[in-house]
């Protein structure tokens, strides 16, 4: 399974980006795709997810800045990311979850993508 990850970047605080992550596996094997993000010297949080059938979850401290969504049929999840904080800078993880096994795994993570928010 292979998961490619594009949108990050650079931007000014009050900026917005969106993350996307395309996964090679069947769309009829996942479970959950979601997003993780880790700052220098944090443990890796989760961001966002949503599950097969569309139920979605955003952190709490997250919610009225952040949105995540999926494009079943390109099997491909979004993270749009509003009124971007420096704090929200971090390397974010695409993270997907399966419900068969692929090589002895269900879970997999993208090779994440820097975003840095500049004050």
């Known amino acids: 399974v292979q998961l490619q990850a594009s949108g990050g970047g650079s931007v000014q605080a009050g900026g917005s980006l969106t993350l996307s992550c395309a996964c090679s596996?069947?769309?009829?094997?996942?479970?959950?795709m979601g997003w993780y993000r880790q700052a220098p010297g944090q443990q890796r949080e989760l961001v966002a997810s949503?599950?097969?059938?569309?139920?979605?979850n955003v952190a709490d401290s997250l919610k009225d800045r952040f949105a995540i969504s999926r494009d079943v049929a390109k099997n491909t999840v979004f993270l749009q990311m509003n009124s971007l904080k420096p704090e929200d800078t971090a390397v974010y993880y695409c993270?997907?979850?399966?419900?068969?096994?692929?090589?002895?795994?269900?879970?997999?993570w993208g090779p994440g993508t820097l975003v840095t928010v500049s004050s």
């Open positions: 993270n997907v979850r399966t419900t068969r096994s692929y090589l002895g795994a269900t879970e997999f």
């Open positions: 596996a069947s769309i009829f094997s996942i479970s959950v």
């Open positions: 949503v599950r097969n059938g569309g139920g979605a």
